[in-house]
């Protein structure tokens, strides 16, 4: 199991491999935006990895397509409904305080 850290609530669950940011955020009674159901079509679930790189799944080309039309994109921006626990280090990240 992995650790999963969400701020800026300081709230940490447990996340299994495999397990997508969205969902392990969701199961802590988080609240962020998701309008296409996890299909990377929207990008309301834009989010910073601000730890744990390694140990969430790698950006695809969708992923990385929507991201570049999303406001406030970073080095550090993932979407949540495509970044999957891969169980391999601890994670924190941050939830935004906008909708894309």
Known sequence: MTTVTIMPSGKTIEASEGMTLLA???????????KCDGNASCGTCHIFLLEGRKGVSKIAREENEKLDAVVGVGSKSRLACQAKVLGTENIKIELLGFDS
């Open 24 to 34: 392990a955020i969701l199961s802590a009674d988080e609240t962020l935006s998701h």
